[in-house]
């Protein structure tokens, strides 16, 4: 934290009033939120290079569309965390329910618990730290980025995924449609460390080592397409030769 | 019959001759199956070589109950009409004046339809864009996100929040408007869009976040929220992001539109747009377009009921209409059963110059004619205005195309104020569903509107 801190009492004041703060404030501001009580989209659309501590736990899209900035929040987080967050960070000391960081375009989120179903889902660039476990369907359509799950997936993991990357320590229940295991190669341990190191603590000190790595097999890239035609073409050109 | 003279006379070779519109009676007992005639055998021929569902562009081309089954009453004995060239007629719509610190307002009451780059040509957006502001309109994003060309020629643009966020950005959410959330349009109720991979070239590419060249389906669903008390806090959320600036609209397929247009109200929503399933697409399987949601007539009333019921009818929320409007008359129409406003795609496309005539020898190469052209998926159209090929976008003019599109908007506003005045109306929102009657007995149950020359309205208590 850096500056002098301003207080939001949510017990006091507004979320209207809070947002407006936080999206008048000035690079290096910072700002502390106390009785969230599971307000919705607490800390979103922020566009400047501030801090922001939520003490407490919070409903939907607390810090969507996250921008530039780190916002922490020390408690639990509902529907939507960072989601569609484009850079700086998220990070979350417990647990979020579904979709965090839903289509995320960059940036780092950063969930110290476990994370619901449709973790990363249609993310678009962002990177996700979970030291816990993740739900269903997670990375469900997951265009780009990584996914770094530090205990178990849930069931149908990366179902059409795109370019993203999913890094899984513990168990996966199954992989979802087109998501294949793939090797781990040296630039994906140099990924894993980077964002460990940047996860801190919620990694667990886990070893880039102990993961595995799952990503799109392509096979739903492009439509197939049949031509009998075509096959039966070519049978009477060779009926027509063997006549001959 | 080994003889074939049939239309030697009239010098047509055999080929050309068609067997179902010869007068030669040697063919009169030919009989085209009503169930199976040859466009549904063309159909499974194809599904039969393919082994893949039809996919294509434009909206249903099924016969269905339209707004030209409904009739304007005019004036008579007890109403007085307007003077078509003194009297005033007003067409300015306000949207989002109850919550936006910055409202819309619009000269006309018709929009242009979200349609995305992507699916149209920039040089197609850019036209979209320069004869909306010209008739002083609004245009609207689509998948993909907000392109600078676009939003540099459209006055009024409402930029689209759509299940698959592709191109989604927040700096691009607080330069519009107002925002869109799309549950669903009328060419696909409940389902995503499409964008095959003739069309994903590197900049849509990028924009999107995709591969280049992958045949794109769209997700379906929003992927951070599921049903109206999500949809709630979602608008909230955008609400913050924007500091409470634009309107919100709530866009949904012509399914359920009493129950639809209700959870929207009650979810926040300025405005809601209910497309019928006449309404366009770029890419989509035949089958959702033929098959799902129900006609714009059928829904307009509905969703009408509902803002009547929430008592917001023409105050905090307003109704777009869309789905197959064409004329002067479908937005009269369109606004005398209860809308704000009516919207309108393929009409806008087809008056920037899609199937034009004029490419009719490269429409006959691609097996297709002008007047029929669907493919809007492949990326191949003539008229330069469903593709990213750059010598096919670079036929369409934005200058002259727009030039296009303002004409027939200024028409489209003027026919609507000669049926409003002949109704005796000083603005096109005075329009009432007594001015109308229906021809069909359908059009009359759907509209909750009068048979002509009765009092019966079907279904009515």
């Known amino acids: ?102 289509t995320g375009c960059g940036g780092l989120l950063v969930v110290g618990g476990n994370s619901g179903a449709r973790c990363g889902i249609s993310m678009k660039g962002v990177d996700i730290v979970v030291g816990g476990n993740v739900g269903h369907m997670s990375a469900f359509m997951a265009q780009a980025g990584n996914l770094v799950v530090c205990g178990d997936a849930a069931a149908d993991l990366g179902d059409s995924i795109y370019e993203a990357q999913i890094f899984v320590r513990g168990d996966v229940e199954s992989l979802g449609a087109d998501c294949v295991e793939k090797e781990v190669r040296p630039e994906h341990l140099d990924t894993l460390g980077r964002l460990l190191a940047a996860a801190g603590a919620a990694a667990g000190g886990a070893d880039p080592g102990d993961f595995r790595r799952y990503g799109s097999a392509r096979r739903l890239y492009n439509f197939t397409i049949d031509d009998v035609d075509a096959l ?9 030769v063997a006549g001959r | 019959m080994t003889e074939r003279s049939v239309g030697t006379s009239t010098g047509t070779s055999d080929d050309d001759i068609d067997p179902l519109a010869t007068s030669d009676p040697d063919y009169w007992h030919l009989r085209e199956s009503y169930t199976f005639d040859r466009n549904v055998i063309a159909e499974i021929r194809r599904a039969a070589n393919t082994g893949i569902y039809r996919i294509r562009g434009w909206g249903a081309k099924r016969r269905m109950p339209t707004l030209d089954d409904l009739v304007f009453l005019g004036a008579s004995m007890s109403r007085y009409p307007l003077e078509g060239y003194r009297e005033a007629c007003g067409t ?52 993909g996100g907000m392109t600078a060309e676009e939003r540099e020629h459209s006055s009024v643009l409402v930029y689209q929040y759509l299940p698959s966020r592709y191109g989604m950005n927040p700096d691009d959410l607080r330069a519009a408007d107002a925002i869109e959330v799309v549950v669903g349009q009328g060419a696909k109720p409940g389902g995503g869009g499409m964008l095959l991979g003739q069309k994903i070239t590197e900049r849509v590419a990028e924009m999107r976040t995709l591969p280049t060249g992958i045949d794109q389906r769209s997700a379906c669903r929003h992927p951070d929220w599921t049903g109206p008390d999500d949809l709630e806090i979602k608008i909230g959320e955008l609400r913050e992001i924007t500091d409470w600036q634009v309107p919100i609209y709530v866009k949904v397929g012509a399914a359920r539109p009493y129950y639809d247009t209700a959870l929207a109200v009650k979810a926040g929503a300025d405005a809601v747009v209910v497309d019928g399933m006449q309404g366009g697409t770029a890419a989509t ?36 209409a869309a789905g197959g409007v064409r004329s002067g008359a479908d937005v009269a129409k369109a606004l005398a059963l209860g809308a704000d406003a009516a919207s309108i795609g393929t009409a806008a496309l087809i008056a920037i110059g899609d199937n034009d005539p004029a490419y009719e020898s490269e429409y006959r190469e691609l097996g297709t004619s002008a007047g029929y052209w669907e493919d809007f998926q492949s990326g191949t159209d003539p008229a330069g205005i469903t593709t990213q090929d750059p010598e096919l976008s670079a036929r369409v003019d934005p200058e002259l195309a727009g030039r296009r599109l303002a004409n027939y908007l200024q028409v489209l506003t003027i026919e609507t104020q000669i049926l409003a005045r002949a109704n005796g109306k000083s603005h096109v929102l005075n329009l009432e569903p007594e001015d109308l009657a229906a021809l069909t007995v359908e059009a009359a149950a759907m509209a909750k509107v009068p048979l002509a020359g009765t009092s019966w309205v079907p279904g009515a208590d």
């Open chain 1, 1 to 102: 934290m850096r500056g002098d801190v301003q207080t939001f009492d949510l017990a006091e004041v507004t979320r209207r009033s809070l947002n407006q703060a936080l999206h008048d404030a000035t690079d290096g501001a910072s700002f502390e939120v106390v009785n969230p009580r599971g307000a919705h989209a607490v800390a979103c659309g922020i566009t400047s290079d501030i801090d922001v501590v939520v003490r407490g736990s919070v409903g939907y899209y607390c810090a969507g569309m996250h921008q530039q900035g780190r916002v922490r929040v020390e408690g639990n987080a509902s529907t939507g965390l960072a989601e569609n967050i484009m850079s700086g960070e998220v990070h979350i000391t417990g647990n979020a329910t579904m979709s965090a960081g839903a």
């Open chain 1, 232 to 240: 039966a073409a070519e049978a009477a050109v060779e009926r027509e």
């Open chain 2, 92 to 143: 300015d719509v306000v949207i989002g004046e109850d919550r936006a610190e910055r409202p819309v307002h619009l000269r006309i009451p018709v929009t242009i339809a979200g349609m995305s780059f992507g699916s149209l040509s920039a040089q197609a957006k850019e036209a979209l864009g320069r004869g909306a502001s010209a008739a002083g309109t609004s245009t609207t994003t689509g998948d």
């Open chain 2, 285 to 320: 399987q035949d089958v959702f377009i033929e098959h799902v949601g129900i006609p714009t007539i059928a829904a307009i009333p509905e969703a009408v009921r509902a803002l009547r019921e929430l008592g917001v009818h023409r105050r905090e929320v307003k109704l777009i």
